[in-house]
């Protein structure tokens, strides 16, 4: 005879408040993931202008000579760089959001399911996109002091 533990056969249902939690959360999450598509939108317009305007500047300034056209290529390039990297925790966001008001609506655990492993992702990718952006200025506070020590012992 198999013996299941309690965990094994423990199935949560969520209450009506917590319904209404859940529906609430994910109207937030749906109208932030829009404006996030909208920002990324932006994101790649000034990639865009950045690299036709510094182009630009290349051609009306012949004292930058080359640096102003392949300033314009990296700064693009650097735009469009943290567009895509904005993408993913937007996307995640969307992707909870659409299903787990869908999963409200059908009385649907398996969708349920579905959108809260978005979610945990789009927390996941905040959380290590947090520890990479900190680890980056604590880099830099450590080159300033460097080169601050370096410069006053000449």
């Known amino acids: 005879m198999e013996e299941h533990s309690v ?8 209450n009506e408040s917590a319904k209404d939690f859940l529906k609430e959360t994910a109207k937030w999450a749906y109208f932030l993931s829009i404006l996030g598509y909208i920002g990324i939108g932006f994101i790649i317009l000034a990639a865009l202008f950045a690299g036709t305007l510094f182009s630009a500047m290349g051609k009306i300034n012949p004292a ?3 640096m102003g ?14 567009a895509v990297l904005y993408f993913f925790p937007v ?6 959001a659409t299903k787990a008001k869908a999963a409200i609506k ?6 349920l399911t579905i959108s809260l492993g978005y979610l945990k992702s789009h927390y996941k990718y905040i959380g ?11 880099l830099m ?3 300033m002091i460097i080169t601050g020590i370096a410069y006053t012992n000449t």
Not at 73 to 82: D, K, N, P, Q, S
Not at 91 to 96: E, G, M
Not at 106 to 111: A, I, Q
Not at 128 to 138: G, K, N, P
Request: no cysteine; aromatic share 18%.
């Open 7 to 14: 965990s094994e056969s423990f199935e949560m249902k969520l």
């Open 64 to 66: 930058m000579g080359m």
């Open 69 to 82: 056209s392949s300033f314009g290529i990296i700064m693009a390039f650097v735009y469009i760089l943290l």
């Open 91 to 96: 996307y995640y966001l969307n992707k909870f």
């Open 106 to 111: 059908n009385n649907d655990s398996e969708t």
């Open 128 to 138: 290590i996109m947090t520890v990479v952006v900190f680890s980056l200025y604590l």
């Open 141 to 143: 506070l450590v080159g």
